[in-house]
């Protein structure tokens, strides 16, 4: 049977969180008019998520899918795997954690039968989350808003509902580097917002600690925008015009005063590397971008699929 609604959660080691997980879910979606799927995708987990996911899937066959990477592809790449596997009217993205709550999920899909094509979370609290962790997310938001031509709402996550246009569109962007809250947003369609309180993490270790927060930042900046390369060329300017400005400056301090600090070689030093950082820095953004255009050329798949349960033949050939 074809279903109504599917649900993609990316899993990555998270084996204390697949039960409850299920759980919710399918106390949430029994009521649903509509059949409905769990699409699980298994991100070269380590930690018996895999057997987990089969002995789910061995037991309730009707509504779990299970797609098992040959490695460790990453959180994007699993969420867009999902994607391409989902087969519903509605797909609905969530994390394995339960801090986005499934209970939500009736409520999305009440706007999605009002005519909105995608349904975001926004949140509005964040339960459990350091005081550096909500800064900088709020800082980041607001300054990707800023600085992209692309209005990616404030304060949402991967975890919404999309028609399944929208889940074709994005899924036809074949970039590498993906950020999936700004794909849906730049694709358009009739989008709408609905506030929650996000939960604490059920259990285990966060998968996305600073170090990968931040690269997820940069793949949104570098995607989206061109705001680093353009203030790279800003700075440079900048630079220039205080260079110029200074020479009759100095020339007059050296030729009828007696400055003391403009005397031997300090401040030479000091400008060149001043200089020779701002340089490296700008010749860094470009090395970014010219990565990307690198990992793009070569065109290697987004992700190797080992096996697949409850996946029918032909989706397993498009995707296999």
């Given at each position: 049977?074809?279903?109504?609604?599917?649900?993609?959660?990316?899993?990555?080691?998270?084996?204390?969180?697949?039960?409850?997980?299920?759980?919710?879910?399918?106390?949430?979606?029994?009521?649903?008019?509509?059949?409905?799927?769990?699409?699980?995708?298994?991100?070269?987990?380590?930690?018996?998520?895999?057997?987990?996911?089969?002995?789910?899937?061995?037991?309730?066959?009707?509504?779990?899918?299970?797609?098992?990477?040959?490695?460790?592809?990453?959180h994007q790449i699993a969420v867009s795997a999902g994607m391409d596997y989902a087969?519903?009217?509605?797909?609905?993205?969530?994390?394995?954690?339960?801090?986005?709550?499934?209970?939500?999920?009736?409520?999305?899909?009440?706007?999605?039968?009002?005519?909105?094509?995608?349904?975001?979370?926004?949140?509005?609290?964040?339960?459990?989350?350091?005081?550096?962790?909500?800064?900088?997310?709020?800082?980041f938001y607001r300054v990707l808003y800023r600085i992209t031509d692309v209005s990616?709402?404030?304060?949402?996550?991967?975890?919404?509902?999309?028609?399944?246009?929208?889940?074709?569109?994005?899924?036809?962007?074949?970039?590498?580097?993906?950020?999936?809250?700004?794909?849906?947003?730049?694709?358009?369609?009739?989008?709408?917002?609905?506030?929650?309180?996000?939960?604490?993490?059920?259990?285990?270790?966060?998968?996305?600690?600073?170090?990968?927060?931040?690269?997820?930042?940069?793949?949104?900046?570098?995607?989206?925008?061109?705001?680093?390369?353009?203030?790279?060329?800003w700075v440079g300017f900048l630079i220039a015009v205080l260079a110029a400005l200074?020479?009759?400056?100095?020339?007059?301090?050296?030729?009828?005063?007696?400055?003391?600090?403009?005397?031997?070689?300090?401040?030479?030093?000091?400008?060149?590397?001043?200089?020779?950082?701002?340089?490296?820095?700008?010749?860094?953004?470009?090395?970014?971008?010219?990565?990307?255009?690198?990992?793009?050329?070569?065109?290697?798949?987004?992700?190797?699929?080992?096996?697949?349960?409850?996946?029918?033949?032909?989706?397993?050939?498009?995707?296999?």
């Amino acid at each position: 049977m074809k279903p109504t609604y599917s649900i993609v959660a990316p899993i990555y080691n998270e084996i204390e969180n697949i039960q409850p997980l299920y759980d919710r879910i399918h106390q949430v979606m029994d009521p649903v008019d509509g059949h409905w799927e769990l699409v699980a995708v298994n991100d070269g987990s380590t930690d018996g998520s895999r057997e987990a996911l089969h002995e789910l899937y061995q037991r309730d066959p009707e509504h779990v899918r299970v797609v098992d990477f040959a490695r460790n592809f990453g959180h994007q790449i699993a969420v867009s795997a999902g994607m391409d596997y989902a087969c519903g009217d509605a797909v609905i993205l969530i994390d394995a954690d339960l801090q986005d709550p499934p209970e939500l999920i009736p409520e999305m899909i009440d706007k999605w039968q009002d005519g909105y094509e995608v349904v975001f979370a926004v949140r509005a609290r964040r339960k459990g989350e350091s005081w550096l962790k909500v800064t900088l997310a709020s800082l980041f938001y607001r300054v990707l808003y800023r600085i992209t031509d692309v209005s990616i709402p404030l304060d949402t996550g991967d975890f919404r509902l999309m028609d399944r246009r929208v889940v074709d569109a994005v899924s036809s962007m074949p970039e590498r580097h993906r950020f999936i809250r700004g794909m849906v947003s730049w694709v358009g369609f009739r989008q709408t917002g609905i506030e929650y309180e996000r939960d604490e993490r059920h259990s285990g270790e966060t998968k996305y600690p600073l170090r990968k927060q931040l690269r997820l930042a940069w793949d949104g900046i570098t995607g989206f925008s061109y705001f680093p390369l353009q203030l790279a060329t800003w700075v440079g300017f900048l630079i220039a015009v205080l260079a110029a400005l200074t020479i009759p400056v100095v020339v007059y301090l050296r030729a009828f005063t007696d400055a003391e600090p403009l005397k031997g070689q300090a401040t030479t030093l000091v400008s060149v590397l001043f200089l020779g950082g701002v340089q490296l820095i700008s010749l860094g953004i470009i090395g970014e971008y010219l990565g990307r255009i690198h990992s793009e050329v070569m065109r290697r798949p987004l992700y190797i699929v080992s096996e697949t349960l409850g996946i029918d033949e032909v989706q397993a050939k498009e995707h296999g």
